[in-house]
């Protein structure tokens, strides 16, 4: 398989794969007044003759969209359970079967009337969102070449953005904002074909020679993603390598383990630093056509919110291809700190266009498309795939799952609160949701961040490890010296070496 080719399946695995979390919740942000029309009318027929309030549909609506940080923290929490005994095509295959059920019942729902039974179908749904997201994460990097490796895990993200401009704009009143039987089924078509892609799929390399300890089916799965060329020796090498930089252990004992081991949880801290900075978006996503009513017509917010969700999307685009040129810290630090200047803007113009001049309203649509922008172009992706590049192979799903499971749990809150907080408060409810937890990580992350741009895991690992004379992380590429015993040991044994300082 030459690198185009396998460029494409990576594009095709992570459109159809991301479909079941990204189109979700996209969708709602355009679509939100037939939603609110179906869940009103549904409780008019049960007797309700005066409908919902405000309060109440504010509530109800909050709940139906917020359950999924629910589900998506049990997916994720569980995910090493499964990726580390059945591996990630297994995973990732199942989940994607799974997912089909909540869209079932998605369409069952809006069809017959019954908004619990939303609840449900976004909660079934969620779950086994988080398990492919998380197993889809790992796939990509563990089959991927390490100078693709950026591109790639960049290109998970860049997929989630082109499928929320899909479900934005299907989700407008042109489309199928009308129509929510038809606009939620939309998620079937992507759901079997991600089915029947990862079936015809091979494990990951790294899977079958560090968990399995097969050599002979890494080599063969090696050839199947990269080709049969006279480097796959040095790679499966490099593999066996990455493997003694780490112990074995199950998923729950790996988490004192980790939170013990200095270079592991400096992982784990800098993966949720990474993931603290973008719990704005989903809010965004969910109520940016809410919030863009108070100054526009909900014509002008429906198109001023797709507008943000596309240049976002294109953003990513150039972020994809930028990466693995510019590293990892300089387009994450840029791009964060630009983004909360874009976040505090909104809040700036929102304001004086109150109580200076209304005009100045359309510097809250520049403000949310440079948001959009930052985002897309580094902030985000970044993020969410630079956990994989700071941990050996035994702790990556442990460490992952931990990042996203306590990232997910805050997301909940944030989320939860975001439109019951904006109606009390107004946009003064930004800065404590999300200015203030976003400056707080990036000044932890310009302080620890280290760069992993064209190096191997086993290099980073290594590197975070190493500590200079002053206590601090390196953040250049430098190698530092040997900190992990090269030889393999059993829990027993590998616990005693973290007690003793490891």
Known sequence: MNRLKFFALCAALTCLSNFQDSYPNSYPNTAFASFRDFINESYIARGD???????????????????????????????????????????????NMCSLLGTSLGIISVSFGVPELLFVARL???????????????????????????????????????????????????????????????HLIAGVTAVTITFCLQETPKYLLINKEDRKAATKS????????????????????????????????????????????????????????????????????IVLEAHFSPHMAQVSSFVFTACNFLASIFGMFAVDRFGRRPMLLVFGFLNVFFMCAYCLFDRLAFHVNE????????????????????????????????VPQQFRSAVQAMVFTINTAINFIFSFTTLPLYRLIDVWSFIPLFIVPSLLALIFLFFN????????????????????????????????PDFISTQKKSNGAAREEVADGL
Request: charged share 15%; hydrophobic share 40%; net charge neutral.
């Open 49 to 95: 003759d005066g409908g919902l309030t405000e309060f109440q549909y504010t509530w109800i609506w909050s709940a139906i969209l917020n359950v999924w940080a629910i589900g998506y923290l049990i997916g994720t929490f569980t995910t090493p359970l499964f990726t580390e005994r059945y591996g990630r095509k297994v995973t990732l295959l199942g989940a």
């Open 222 to 289: 090696l050839e199947y993603y990269r080709g049969s060329t006279d480097a796959n020796e040095k790679v499966i090498d490099s593999i066996e390598k990455e493997a003694k930089e780490g112990y074995e252990a199950p998923f729950l004992s790996s988490i004192p383990i980790i939170l013990k081991t200095s270079h592991l949880r400096k992982a784990f801290l800098i993966g949720f630093s990474s993931m603290q900075i973008i719990l704005t978006i989903i809010p965004i996503n969910y109520v940016s056509t």
């Open 124 to 186: 079934c749904s969620s779950m086994m969102s988080g398990i492919s997201y998380s197993s889809l994460i790992l796939f990509l990097q563990e089959t991927t070449p390490t100078e693709m490796r950026g591109m790639t895990s960049f290109l998970s993200e860049t997929a989630y953005l082109a499928i929320s401009v899909l479900g934005m704009g299907l989700g407008m009143d042109v489309a199928l904002g009308k129509r929510l039987p038809f606009l939620i089924g939309v």
């Open 359 to 390: 005009q100045i309203k359309y510097g809250c649509i520049v403000a949310l498309v440079g948001y959009g922008i930052t985002f897309g172009g580094a902030l985000g992706p970044i993020a969410f795939f630079i956990t994989c590049e700071l």
């Open 449 to 480: 961040l280290p760069e992993t741009k064209g190096r191997e895991i086993h290099e980073i690992v290594r590197a975070l490890a190493g500590k200079s004379s002053t206590g601090k992380v390196s953040v250049t590429p430098e190698k530092n």
